[in-house]
């Protein structure tokens, strides 16, 4: 295993010096031989609204050659910097015991994949996701064990476990212990109400690029459901689940209620209906269809799930069951802004 990634290191040595953008990188990669896949110009997308400064970090990589491997890391290394987001990073809402606890996955193309959840006290759980897939045999760490790991690989403890903002809101929720999800808000999800004013979009972010060579690489972390049971793992760090990647085909990506994701492996679904020659849109519509066949019942409440796919293309889709939610996409270094993914429901 790691003879083929020292393989594919040294494979890709030529594309870090290129500093052209869009077409010409692309016409570059394709000259230089360097991978067996096509040329693509590349391209970023990513969940929600904080996708957007996400894309312009991935978009710093991609921009000089640079792997998509990489370029999603970097770009949601972003969102979990951002201490007022309150469902990603260390500023997220803890559990019901008060504690946060931090799900990450990152896959490339090839079938390389790495994970941690329930991870304390670490401020990139994406990073020590790759250090995963880079350093051991495993996929999947979790608890302690992940911690234990993350340190021994020179990752350092955050002086701090909870923001004050979210100690704040789980004194507040500890009043009433309510706990029924409603889609797309942040506040309002967890019982809190709206008396705050500070509703936004929330959940996971999941990233998806496709880089000069047409390689593709996805990544997904979130701080999980706030006021969770202790151990609940959601879809974020379960490959197949919340993240899959594969080179021939294309990649996907989830967000919402992750119990649901991982009943149907949702992000792997998607990419095998894009290998049946279905386009990443309808990928994504017939696997949220899919759940909502099974599950009638998500017609009347306010369970949320989504998808972004691209294919090895390019090509981007997206579909939710309840409208609002939102995903981003850059390429050539332009910003698309905030696109409206269709959905089941009507708003």
Known sequence: MSDRRSFLKQSMIGAASLALAGPTLAR??????????????PRVISTW?????????????LSKGGRALDAVEQ??????SDLNNRSVGLGGYPDRDGHVTL??????????????????DIAHPISVARAVME???HVLLV????LEFALSQGFKRSPFSITPGAVQAWKEWLKTSRYHPVANSEESTYGLGKHRGDIHNHDTIGMLAIDAHGQLAGACTTSGMAWKLAGRVGDSPIIGAGL???NEVGAATSTGVGEEVIRSAGSFLVVELMRQGRSPQDACREAVERIVRKRPELRHNDTQVAFIAINRAGETGAWAIQPGFEYAICDGGDRHGLI?????LSA
């Open 103 to 120: 799900d990450a996955s990152i896959m490339d193309g090839n079938g390389d994949c790495g994970a941690v959840a329930a991870l304390q």
């Open 143 to 146: 608890g302690d064990g992940a």
């Open 135 to 137: 350093k051991t045999p």
């Open 75 to 80: 770009g949601v290394k972003i969102t979990e």
């Open 28 to 41: 570059a990669a394709e000259a230089s031989g360097s991978s067996g896949l096509p040329a693509a110009r």
């Open 49 to 61: 609204n904080f996708g957007d400064a996400a894309n312009q970090g991935a978009w710093a990589v």
């Open 340 to 344: 409206k993914s269709a959905s089941v």
């Open 244 to 246: 899959f990647v594969d």
